[in-house]
Structure formats: structure tokens, C-alpha cells
């Protein structure tokens, strides 16, 4: 008898298992390596809280694997910069853009909308648009594994989310990197995500966008 | 040295009356906080004088001790009160009472030791005063700086959380805020020094003169105790800064600013 090769399973880039934050959960969710997944529910439903529990910036219970390795097993500040959470308002405490964005060139200020000149603004004229654009080329920096999107066109024109959508795309194909994608907005999750997740107070389900 | 008469004191109390009648003459309402405070500080002091005059009268190391206890946790207490968000349970008291500990304490001991060096170094004449000067001042420093963090801490969390998000690590996270902090701490006993003998003629320096001690003897005091109260606070500002830095993370580098108690109304 010949045995019946398995195919190979490949385990998900990250896995969120049995999560409970904020009392709210448990959840469960996975990614594949190069997979986009929304994420919906009512405001208030605890998205943001999520996405901070797997980023490891609150205390929870459950655990969440990155390519197989437990969060708790990797010194915090390396676990944020491979799963990286855009926040939905980005803080800047230094004066001058360049500032922010440790090393030499930034390859995604031009496909943001920005010029070179961008590096020497003053962060305080920013506008609230601006920043969130050069808040994902911050995050985009540390070359991140995982992206937490946390509404991340909730101040762009349609342009500029246009922009965004698309250098998520490429750094995600071109990396391999998945993605948790935030949105109030059920044709950007179309858009945007192959798989969709609701978050419900019963946890995570998958369903339409 | 001329010593003071209960008249001398009396003529004084009377400049005071005056004043304490003017504002209620004026209704300023400040008589009646002006009158208790007087009257407190005539009292604590007297007592203050008779405990001194017991215990160097005794000289053993016990009461030297009991009473430099007494003052640290009474200093403990002044650093606790004076915090707007303080750390919870037993850290709002411990920690700046453990930093003065290891500060005023340690200096005092190494002076009375090694540069004053009399005999028994305990002497209640030499070691209370100063400890008293360190304690005040260290006080106020860690008070100032322990404030200073947590308030900030406070107020920028959203960016503390942001550069904890980027990768950085607790330290890094709080860097700056810590040393602003130590500045803050810090700034008193570096302007006392700038300040000392142009515009302000140091307390100690001008009590040891009108007790009759030649000037250069009481200048020579007041730079080592300069020193010591510079040394000390440097000290105890660093150690209850890192302390308390570290207390508002957890060890997977979390902002727990829930360890902070709500401000006082």
C-alpha cells in the first residue's frame, strides 16, 4: 500500500488564538504570508482594542504566533517592529519629519504623494492627512512582517487613500507581509482584502465584506 | 553668643499681630491662616528644641537614629503629598522615601565619617543639622522630579505608546521625559549654588556667623554642605527616576499609567 502523501501544510503568518483583552473575546483569526484581511464591526465593538492586544501594547490572555514562534517568546520591542499597528491618529514628538524615519531613503514618500522635500517639513504643519500617509512610510521603515492597519484612510481624499491602497499592495506582494485592515467602509474592504472578518461580541467571524 | 529673651520675642510676635490686625482691618483674610501658621511654627520649633536638647543631652546612637528615622519618613511623607498622580499602594511612599534613604542617608554617613570625623561620629550637634539639610533638599528635588515624570508620562502617552509601536524599548520610550524630569529636580540645588553668596547668603552659613563663628570657618561649611545637598539630590533624583520609570512598564515594555493614582481635586 502506497502511503497517501499529505500536502504540505503551510502554518499562517500569524495566528491569534483564544485573545481576550478588555474582557472582550475570545477571539481567533489567521493570516497567510501575503494575504490582505479586513476587518468590520460597529464602533465600540473593540477593533482598535484588538489590534493593540497583538501588538502586545496591552496585557491579554491567548497567544498570537508569528510564523510559528509565540509573542512571548520574542523580547517586545522586536515583536513591534515585525507586527507593526498603525494607529488610527500617529504621534510625532520631534520636530522635523526625517527625524522620525530612522535610515537613509524612505522608498515609499513617492508613491505616497511626497516629494523629497516632504523629510524636511516641520511636523507641527502637517495636516491630519499627511500624517497619516507618513505615518505608514514610518511604519514601513521597519520592514514589518505584519500590518495592523488601524483605519488607516479614515483622512485621506480619495486620491490619497488611492495612493496608500496601492503601497500596501506592493510592500505586501513584494514582501510577502500580511495584512489586518480596519475599515468603516465595505467597498475599500472589498477593495482591498481577499478574506473579510466581522467582529462580533461573540468573537471574529469570517463572512462577506 | 547673645541669647534671646522671651521680650525679644515677644517685640517680634507684636510686628506680626500688627500685620495680622491690618488684614482683617483691610479684609484681606489672610489673619487667620497668618495666626495659625505662626503659632504652629512656635510650637513645632519648641518642641523641635526640647526633643534636640534631650537627645544631646543623651547622645546615644539610638535616639540619633529613632530621630533620623522620624525625619526620613516624615520627608517621605511631604515627597508623597506633594505628587499630583502619585504611584499606587506602597510605591507612592516607598519610593521616594527609599531614594532619600539611599541618598541623604549614604552622604550624611560618608561625611560625618570621613570629612567631619568627630568623635563619636554620631555626635546628635552635627549629624541631625545636616541630615536635616540633606533630607530638605534632596526632598524637594525628588518631589519636583517624581512629579514631573509621572505628569508628563501622563499627558504624552499617546506618544510614548507610539514609540513603543515603532519598536522602541521602555528606556528609549520614556528617554527624554526622564531627563526633562531630572532637570526639574535638578535645577534648584544648581541655581542655590549659582545663587549662593550674591544674591542669597546661605541660612546655615549666616546662623553659625551670628552664633560667633569666624566667616571663612562658616563659608567653609557651606561648601561642603553644598556639595554634600548637590551629591545628594543628584543621587536620589537618578534613583527614584529610574525606579519610577521603570515602575510605569511592564516587562513586555507595556505603558501601565493605570499604576498611577487619579490627581487629587
Known amino acids: 500500500m502506497v502511503a497517501l502523501e499529505r500536502p504540505p501544510v503551510s502554518d499562517p503568518l500569524l495566528r491569534v488564538s483564544r485573545l481576550i483583552t478588555h474582557q472582550r473575546g475570545p477571539f481567533d483569526l489567521s493570516i497567510d504570508a501575503g494575504e490582505c484581511v479586513s476587518l468590520r ?32 517568546q520574542i523580547p517586545a520591542p522586536q515583536w513591534r517592529r515585525q507586527v507593526a499597528l498603525l494607529p488610527v491618529e500617529s504621534q510625532w514628538w520631534l520636530d522635523e519629519v526625517s527625524a522620525h524615519l530612522s535610515g537613509k531613503d524612505c522608498p ?16 507641527s504643519r502637517l495636516s491630519s492627512g499627511e500624517k497619516q500617509r507618513l505615518a ?29 491602497e496601492a503601497v500596501v499592495s506592493d510592500y505586501r506582494h513584494d514582501t510577502g507581509a500580511a495584512v489586518l485592515w480596519v475599515s468603516h467602509s465595505a467597498a475599500q ?6 478574506r473579510h472578518y466581522q467582529l462580533t461580541p461573540q468573537g471574529v467571524q469570517e463572512g462577506e465584506p | 553668643m547673645i541669647t534671646l529673651s522671651v521680650f525679644d520675642l515677644s517685640l517680634a510676635a507684636l510686628l506680626v499681630l500688627i500685620l495680622a490686625a491690618l488684614s482683617w482691618h483691610m479684609r484681606l483674610g489672610l489673619e487667620r491662616s497668618l495666626l495659625i501658621a505662626t503659632l504652629r511654627m512656635v510650637v513645632q520649633l519648641s518642641l523641635i528644641g526640647l526633643v534636640l536638647k534631650t537627645i544631646f543631652a543623651t547622645s546615644g546612637l539610638l535616639w540619633v537614629s529613632l530621630m533620623a528615622v522620624v525625619m526620613l519618613l516624615a520627608a517621605g511623607r511631604e515627597v508623597m503629598a506633594r505628587q499630583q498622580r502619585r504611584l499606587k499602594g ?41 541630615l536635616g ?7 524637594s528635588g525628588i518631589a519636583l522630579a517624581l512629579d514631573r515624570l509621572t505628569q508628563t508620562a501622563w499627558q504624552q502617552r499617546a506618544i510614548i505608546e507610539q514609540r513603543l509601536m515603532l519598536g522602541q524599548t521602555r528606556t528609549e520610550a520614556i528617554d527624554e521625559i526622564r531627563r526633562e524630569a531630572m532637570r526639574s529636580g535638578m535645577m534648584h540645588i544648581i541655581n542655590a549654588m549659582a545663587a549662593a553668596g550674591i544674591v542669597s547668603l546661605p541660612g546655615m ?9 569666624p566667616p571663612m570657618e562658616a563659608v567653609k561649611y557651606q561648601i561642603l554642605i553644598m556639595f554634600l545637598i548637590a551629591a545628594g539630590t543628584g543621587f536620589g533624583v537618578t534613583a527614584a527616576l529610574w525606579l519610577a520609570s521603570r515602575r510605569l512598564f511592564d516587562e513586555r515594555h507595556r505603558l501601565r499609567l493605570e499604576v498611577l493614582s487619579a490627581p487629587r481635586a
Open chain 2, 90 to 130: 506602597w510605591w507612592g511612599y516607598g519610593l521616594g522615601t527609599g531614594a532619600m534613604f539611599i541618598s541623604s542617608f549614604a552622604v550624611t554617613v560618608l561625611a560625618l565619617f570621613t570629612m567631619i570625623g568627630n568623635q563619636p561620629w554620631y555626635e546628635p550637634q552635627y549629624a541631625i543639622p545636616l
Open chain 2, 133 to 139: 539639610m540633606m533630607l530638605g533638599n534632596t526632598m
Open chain 1, 136 to 164: 505608514l512610510a514610518r511604519a514601513l521603515m521597519n520592514r514589518p512582517r505584519v500590518l495592523l492597519l488601524d483605519e488607516p484612510s479614515a483622512s485621506l481624499d480619495e486620491v490619497s487613500a488611492a495612493a496608500l
Open chain 1, 108 to 123: 515609499w514618500l513617492i508613491p505616497l504623494g511626497f516629494g523629497e522635500a516632504a523629510l524636511g517639513w516641520q511636523v
Open chain 1, 189 to 194: 474592504a472589498a477593495r482591498v482584502a481577499t
Open chain 1, 41 to 72: 464591526g460597529p464602533s465600540g465593538s473593540g477593533k482598535s482594542l484588538l489590534l493593540r492586544a497583538i501588538a502586545d501594547l496591552d496585557p491579554h490572555q491567548g497567544e498570537v504566533w508569528l510564523d510559528g514562534v509565540a509573542c512571548a
Open chain 2, 205 to 213: 552659613m549666616t546662623g553659625q556667623i551670628l552664633a560667633g563663628a
